[in-house]
């Protein structure tokens, strides 16, 4: 049993300490778009203060592509990669530890880990499909409307830099898209977030789900906030079962190189199912897709037990 203290002072302190959790962690986010805002305008002329400035600047851009992959590399770098690394290096130098662990049958959890993860895209498929459907009621029309312009705005971004040419023009799309945030994502969600609050609460359970909440929220795009807060759940048990950060970093990757793959594959008419919909999915299958991913899951945690990295 997770000891969680449930005396009212017990449950004020984690409430306060989640809270702290949180402010750091927009804190941090605001003061790495800050310096990434900064650094496009001095280096590259890239200037934007609202999500309209930026609609249009990609409009009036003749290399629109780069502009955003431009964008979103500086922002995630400094982000998601140097802010939580001055982080640690001030505040929690023992993270780092953590992320470089002698893993007992670490080949065997990555493999796990790839399987697993297949056996969960048809629910989450499901879920995409569910979540974009999701109507506020009429007393929210302009919180809805602000969750819909943020979406379009998402949309725009993923449309611009999906297709890709060349090898080249690959790698950096790959690079972008796929391995920074892969790496950086984890780095804070898992590595960071998800540490403190398992301190703070003394329940790995708690800390993952919590985690998976602001993971899928600060990304603020509230059509896909399900199967996004779905996938960080899955990436904090991934972590927290297996004692290593780089098998978590490798299915992020993972998923978010399969997205743009298959994204681009879809504009090129090279597949002719939608990757963002279940409609070519017979439910069946996702009955029996959900059957095997929980038989994994049960043997990826019951291996974990036997290795002695969770009890």
Do not use: C
Request: proline letters at 4%; aromatic letters at 16%.
């Amino acid at each position: 049993m997770e000891n969680i203290n449930s005396s009212g002072s017990g449950i004020l302190e984690k409430t306060l300490g989640v809270l702290i959790v949180f402010l750091v962690l927009i804190g941090s986010m605001l003061i790495g778009s800050g310096l990434g805002h900064i650094l496009l305008k001095e280096v590259w002329g890239i200037s934007f203060n609202s999500e309209t400035e930026l609609l249009n600047l990609i409009k009036s851009s003749p290399d629109p592509k780069s502009l955003i992959l431009k964008s979103q590399a500086v922002n995630a770098i400094i982000t998601f990669l140097v802010m939580p690394l001055i982080y640690m290096a001030i505040f929690r130098q023992s993270y780092f530890k953590k992320f470089n662990p002698i893993t007992k049958r670490l080949p065997f959890f990555l493999i796990l880990s790839i399987i697993i993860f297949f056996m969960g895209m048809p629910l989450l498929a499901y879920l995409v499909d569910w979540n974009k459907e999701m109507k506020l009621p009429s007393s929210l029309k302009p919180l809805q409307d602000w969750m819909e312009n943020s979406e379009n705005l998402a949309k725009v971004l993923t449309e611009t830099i999906i297709y890709y040419k060349d090898n080249t023009s690959f790698v950096v799309t790959l690079l972008v898209v796929a391995l920074i945030p892969g790496i950086g994502e984890e780095l804070v969600f898992r590595g960071v977030v998800q540490n403190e609050l398992k301190d703070i609460l003394k329940s790995p359970t708690l800390a993952i789900w919590i985690t998976g909440f602001l993971f899928s929220f600060i990304h603020f795009q509230f059509f896909g906030f399900f199967p996004r807060m779905f996938l960080g759940v899955l990436f904090g048990y991934l972590y927290y079962w297996s004692g290593n950060i780089y098998v978590s970093m490798f299915v992020h990757f993972m998923n978010n190189a399969l997205t743009l793959i298959l994204a681009n594959m879809y504009k090129q008419k090279d597949i002719s199912f939608n990757p963002d919909s279940s409609e070519s999915i017979p439910f069946y299958s996702v009955v029996v897709s959900l059957i095997a991913f929980s038989f994994f899951i049960y043997l990826y945690q019951r291996n974990s037990k036997e290795a002695g990295i969770t009890k």
